[in-house]
C-alpha cells in the first residue's frame, strides 16, 4: 500500500528527466544548425571574394618560396617529420582521392539544385575527370623527367658506386639505387588541390545570392570542402618544410600552378570546355532598354 506514491514519483522524475533531454537536444541542435548556417554564410563570403582569391594565390606562393625557411625554427623530430606519419600516409598519399569525393559531392548537388538537369550537372563533374587526367598525366612526365635525368648507384659502406645500368627498371632489379631529378610530386598534387577547391568552392557564394535552396546536408558538405582545403595548406606548408630539394618543391608548385591555369585560368572559359564553375548556373539579369 506504501508503494504506490514512490513509483508515482518514481515515474514523475523519470518523465521530467526525459523532458529535459528532450528540451537539452533540441537547443543542442538548434545551436549546431546556427553555427552551420552562420560557418558556411561567412565561408562563402570569404571564398567568394575576388580580392581574397588573389591574396590566397600570393599566400600559396610565399609558403613554397618561404616556406622552407622555417625548417631552421621547427623541431625536427616532430611527427610531421616522419614520412611515415599519419597525415602522409592517409591524406598526402590519397589528396586527389580526397578531393575528388568531397568535391565531386559539393558540384554535384550545387549544380544539380540550381539546374534539375543531369547533363549539366555532368559536364561540370568532368572538371574532375580533367583533373584526375593532369594529375596522372604529370605523374607520369614526373617519373620520365626522373629517368631520363637519373643514374644507377650502389650504395656501399664507403659511399655511392656509380654503375653503368641504362634505365631504372634494370638498376632496382640489381638491388640498386636509381637517383634523378625528382619534381616533388606532393608539392604539385597539394597545389593544384588548393587552387582546385578554392575555384570550385567560390560558386557557393553567387549560389547563396541567388536565393537556390541550401539546406543542411549542402552547407555541411561545403563546409567539410572547406576543412579539407584548410588541411591541405597545412600539409602543403609541412612538405615545404620537411621533405623534398628546395628546386623540387618550387617546380612541383609551379606546375601546379600551371596546369590550374591552362585549365580554369584558360581552357574552362571557352565554349567547348567542361565550362567554369558557375559558369550557366545562375540566371543572367537583363538589362533595361529605355525607347525614345
Not at 636509381?178 to 568552392?201: D, I, K, N, P, Q
Given at each position: 500500500?506504501?508503494?504506490?506514491?514512490?513509483?508515482?514519483?518514481?515515474?514523475?522524475?523519470?518523465?521530467?528527466?526525459?523532458?529535459?533531454?528532450?528540451?537539452?537536444?533540441?537547443?543542442?541542435?538548434?545551436?549546431?544548425?546556427?553555427?552551420?548556417?552562420?560557418g558556411s554564410?561567412?565561408?562563402?563570403?570569404?571564398?567568394?571574394?575576388?580580392?581574397?582569391?588573389?591574396?590566397?594565390?600570393?599566400?600559396?606562393?610565399?609558403?613554397?618560396?618561404?616556406?622552407?625557411?622555417?625548417?631552421?625554427?621547427?623541431?625536427?623530430?616532430?611527427?610531421?617529420?616522419?614520412?611515415?606519419?599519419?597525415?602522409?600516409?592517409?591524406?598526402?598519399?590519397?589528396?586527389?582521392?580526397?578531393?575528388?569525393?568531397?568535391?565531386?559531392?559539393?558540384?554535384?548537388?550545387?549544380?544539380?539544385?540550381?539546374?534539375?538537369?543531369?547533363?549539366?550537372?555532368?559536364?561540370?563533374?568532368?572538371?574532375?575527370?580533367?583533373?584526375?587526367?593532369?594529375?596522372?598525366?604529370?605523374?607520369?612526365?614526373?617519373?620520365?623527367?626522373?629517368?631520363?635525368?637519373?643514374s644507377c648507384?650502389?650504395?656501399?659502406?664507403?659511399?655511392?658506386?656509380?654503375?653503368?645500368?641504362?634505365?631504372?627498371?634494370?638498376?632496382?632489379?640489381?638491388?640498386?639505387?636509381?637517383?634523378?631529378?625528382?619534381?616533388?610530386?606532393?608539392?604539385?598534387?597539394?597545389?593544384?588541390?588548393?587552387?582546385?577547391?578554392?575555384?570550385?568552392?567560390?560558386?557557393?557564394?553567387?549560389?547563396?545570392?541567388?536565393?537556390?535552396p541550401a539546406?543542411?546536408?549542402?552547407?555541411?558538405?561545403?563546409?567539410?570542402?572547406?576543412?579539407?582545403?584548410?588541411?591541405?595548406?597545412?600539409?602543403?606548408?609541412?612538405?615545404?618544410?620537411?621533405?623534398?630539394?628546395?628546386?623540387?618543391?618550387?617546380?612541383?608548385?609551379?606546375?601546379?600552378?600551371?596546369?590550374?591555369?591552362?585549365?580554369?585560368?584558360?581552357?574552362?572559359?571557352?565554349?567547348?570546355?567542361?565550362?567554369?564553375?558557375?559558369?550557366?548556373?545562375?540566371?543572367?539579369?537583363?538589362?533595361?532598354?529605355?525607347?525614345?
Open positions: 500500500m506504501e508503494r504506490g506514491p514512490a513509483v508515482g514519483a518514481g515515474l514523475g522524475a523519470g518523465a521530467r528527466i526525459r523532458a529535459l533531454l528532450g528540451c537539452l537536444v533540441k537547443v543542442l541542435l538548434w545551436v549546431a544548425s546556427a553555427l552551420l548556417y552562420f554564410e561567412q565561408a562563402a563570403r570569404l571564398l567568394g571574394s575576388p580580392c581574397l582569391r588573389r591574396l590566397y594565390h600570393a599566400w600559396l606562393a610565399a609558403v613554397v618560396i618561404f616556406g622552407p625557411l622555417l625548417q631552421f625554427h621547427v623541431n625536427p623530430r616532430t611527427i610531421f617529420a616522419s614520412h611515415g606519419n599519419f597525415f602522409n600516409i592517409k591524406f598526402v598519399n590519397s589528396a586527389w582521392g580526397w578531393t575528388c569525393t568531397f568535391l565531386g559531392g559539393f558540384v554535384l548537388l550545387v549544380v544539380f539544385l540550381a539546374t534539375r538537369r543531369v547533363a549539366v550537372t555532368a559536364r561540370h563533374l568532368s572538371r574532375l575527370v580533367v583533373g584526375a587526367a593532369v594529375w596522372r598525366g604529370a605523374g607520369r612526365a614526373f617519373l620520365l623527367i626522373e629517368d631520363l635525368t637519373g648507384f650502389e650504395p656501399l659502406p664507403q659511399g655511392l658506386l656509380l654503375h653503368e645500368l641504362p634505365d631504372r627498371r634494370s638498376c632496382l632489379a640489381a638491388g640498386h639505387q636509381w637517383r634523378g631529378y625528382t619534381v616533388s610530386s606532393h608539392t604539385f598534387l597539394l597545389t593544384f588541390c588548393c587552387l582546385l577547391m578554392a575555384e570550385e568552392a567560390a560558386v557557393f557564394a553567387k549560389y547563396l545570392a541567388h536565393g537556390l539546406g543542411a546536408p549542402l552547407r555541411l558538405v561545403f563546409l567539410l570542402n572547406v576543412l579539407l582545403l584548410g588541411l591541405w595548406n597545412f600539409l602543403l606548408l609541412c612538405t615545404v618544410i620537411y621533405f623534398h630539394q628546395y628546386t623540387h618543391k618550387v617546380v612541383g608548385a609551379a606546375v601546379g600552378t600551371f596546369a590550374w591555369y591552362l585549365t580554369y585560368g584558360s581552357w574552362y572559359h571557352q565554349p567547348w570546355s567542361p565550362g567554369s564553375p558557375g559558369h550557366g548556373l545562375f540566371p543572367r539579369p537583363h538589362s533595361s532598354r529605355k525607347h525614345n
